[in-house]
């Protein structure tokens, strides 16, 4: 675990830009509209990617894992937007997002509810959900309790495990604590880690996300990150199974093909749990964070799915 190109990868850049290949630079520079919802007391911090012509393709809604934000998919949306309208989000206590006192599922489906009517995504039909970890976790949760108001959902190496692998309900226990203050920008990067761990070839897509992911106290005092360490201290894990059960639209899976976090008896676990020729493949090469491990291939195999999936009734 002391193992700097786990623990610091961007640690030997001192807060500097790794250099970037064309295509990323070139996706940055599809802006998309920045805005805020308000939910529950709290402003959400919205993406939006609006499509060069008249969206003629079911647009999407793009659902962040813990901790990160919505700029986890400003380097993949600009590829999806072509024929639709594509929205991200942070999740309360994430991102640009305001924090609360305490989280719930509840809130977070709310959220998600309220910034794809603010943002226009039910105008052209229902959308179609996208979800990594967390975010794919909870899009199966939205598709269960409003399976008429969207199209199908797209889980991305989601924490869902075979029963031999399952970890009991509850809060387990964790201990909380505040996030350290960094005393400069350099520092902060350079502690930046991917959780769960894992190695990252594209260190220029992790630079990006760090320091978006960074903010600034008042007064100088320094650097911390800007999601909520306290976010799971009142969540309690639940069994995904019912969940799944009670999903009616078309769920599709995308697994990394060397994930270290979902396992191939965990997809085979959760494709027992979906109806009978639901989508599923792998990114080769691809850890739990897939969009960033192989982004390209990534976004080539979601095009190619939503391509002809779902099929029209």
Known sequence: ????????????????RPEAPPWFSRALLQTPERGFVTV???????????????????????LHGSGAHAHWWSFIAPFLAR????????????????WRPSYSRALFRREAMVVAETTGLFDSGPP???????????ALTLAAAHSEQFLAVVAVDPPVFAPDRQRPAGRGGREF??????????????????????????????????RLGLR??????????RFDSFLWRDIEREDPAPVLRAVKRPVALIRGGVSRLMLAEDAAYMMSLLAPGSPYFEIPEADHHVTIDQPLAFVAGLDGLLSNWPKAN
Not at 1 to 16: I, K, V
Not at 128 to 138: E, N, Q, T, Y
Not at 181 to 207: E, G, H, K
Request: charged fraction near 20%.
């Open 1 to 16: 675990m002391d193992d700097p190109h786990l623990t610091q990868p961007l640690a030997s850049f001192h807060g500097e």
């Open 40 to 62: 529950d007391g709290a402003k959400i911090e919205t993406l939006v990617w609006e499509p060069p012509q008249t969206p003629t393709r079911p647009a999407l809604l793009l």
């Open 83 to 98: 024929g639709r309208r594509v929205v991200a989000l942070s999740w309360s206590g994430m991102g640009g997002s305001d």
């Open 128 to 138: 179609i959900l996208v979800g990594h970890s967390f975010g794919a976790r909870m």
């Open 177 to 210: 604590k505040p996030h350290r203050v960094y005393p400069t920008f350099a520092l902060a990067m350079a502690r930046f880690r991917f959780a769960p761990v894992q190695p990252c070839a594209n260190l220029f897509i992790a630079d990006h996300i760090a």
């Open 216 to 225: 600034e106290l008042p007064d100088g005092e320094g650097w911390t990150w």
